[in-house]
């Protein structure tokens, strides 16, 4: 899919006497960059994705844990995905609680975390894969019992501090509303050119801007340069390949880095170890579950 004419404001119907949605959606091949004023809870397995919430962007591995607030603009976590996925989504209606979650005292640090979704909240860690497992497993209880699992799963949330917030003020809501129109096809362009070598003025033309408006565009849009957001997102692709069993030189050369060194340099200033470190480190990983 190509670029979008503007962002989607999506409607959201509850079944009667439910207070929220639970579902697993599939839009990979769409670009869905939208809005609701409800709440939402994402979680998604996949080999590497891009998390697009407000004016933050970045991209993920493995999988995804992220709380968005209402009328927060967010782009669909399994755009691009190219592996098997599993997503779990839960839409909560605008009154979730009611009146409760401000009042009740043992509610307090669930309404904090309800404050700071208006931000976009990621989490990791332990929380990320124990939050993940327990909303996998939720589809087989009873509505009743899936109200008070996600009760406590808010709770666990609420507690952690394995978390991100994502934005750190809302102040351009304008310009997220309003200005997303190329980004679509940027996307579909950095994922099909990544492992080759992608030339902004290529990208520049395709989206009808100059290099020097597009290089401003996507700077503002992004906080990084389009170079450096290809890296990003050539890394990512790498941890997947390196978790496939493919060795550094191999992934070096598949993600279009022309030089091992020059890889194990960026993979470390983006990661934070060395590529044979990280592919020892998940060794270990699988070895102990």
């Given at each position: 899919m190509g670029a979008v004419n503007s962002i989607k404001l999506e409607k959201i119907d509850f079944k009667p006497g439910r207070s929220f949605k639970l579902f697993s959606p599939r839009l990979r091949n769409t670009f869905f960059w939208h809005y609701h004023p409800e709440y939402e809870l994402v979680y998604v397995e996949a080999d590497a994705g891009i998390r697009h919430v407000g004016t933050h962007i970045s991209t993920y591995t493995?999988?995804?844990?992220?709380?968005?607030?209402?009328?927060?603009?967010?782009?669909?976590?399994?755009?691009?995905?190219?592996?098997d996925y599993h997503q779990v989504v839960i839409q909560l209606r605008c009154d979730f609680l009611g009146t409760a979650i401000g009042v009740t005292p043992e509610?307090?640090?669930?309404?904090?975390?309800?404050?700071?979704?208006?931000?976009?909240?990621?989490?990791?860690?332990?929380?990320k894969l124990s939050v993940g497992s327990a909303l996998k497993d939720l589809?087989?209880?009873?509505?009743?019992?899936?109200?008070?699992?996600?009760?406590?799963?808010?709770?666990?949330?609420?507690?952690?501090?394995?978390?991100?917030?994502?934005?750190?003020?809302?102040?351009?809501?304008?310009f997220i509303l309003k200005d997303k129109i190329r980004m679509g096809a940027i996307y579909e362009y950095i994922d099909a050119e990544y492992h080759r070598q992608p030339d902004v003025n290529e990208i520049?033309?395709?989206?009808?801007?100059?290099?020097?408006?597009?290089?401003?565009?996507?700077?503002?849009?992004?906080?990084?340069?389009?170079?450096?957001?290809?890296?990003?997102?050539?890394?990512?692709?790498?941890?997947?390949?390196?978790?496939?069993?493919?060795?550094?030189?191999?992934?070096?050369?598949?993600?279009?880095?022309?030089?091992?060194?020059?890889?194990?340099k960026l993979f470390k200033d983006i990661v934070g170890v060395n590529p044979s470190e990280f592919k020892k480190w998940y060794d270990l990983e699988a070895m102990d579950e």
């Open positions: 493995y999988s995804d844990l992220v709380f968005i607030g209402g009328n927060l603009p967010h782009l669909n976590f399994d755009y691009r995905v190219r592996s509610f307090s640090r669930i309404h904090k975390l309800f404050k700071s979704a208006d931000y976009g909240v990621a989490f990791h860690g332990g929380t589809a087989r209880w009873s509505p009743m019992e899936q109200l008070l699992k996600l009760i406590s799963i808010f709770q666990q949330l609420a507690d952690s501090d394995e978390k991100t917030v994502l934005n750190a003020d809302l102040s351009s809501t304008d520049a033309k395709k989206v009808n801007l100059t290099t020097g408006a597009f290089c401003r565009y996507f700077r503002r849009q992004t906080n990084m340069t389009f170079t450096a957001f290809v890296n990003q997102y050539r890394i990512e692709r790498a941890k997947s390949l390196l978790i496939q069993d493919n060795n550094v030189s191999e992934t070096c050369y598949a993600v279009g880095l022309g030089s091992v060194s020059y890889f194990n």
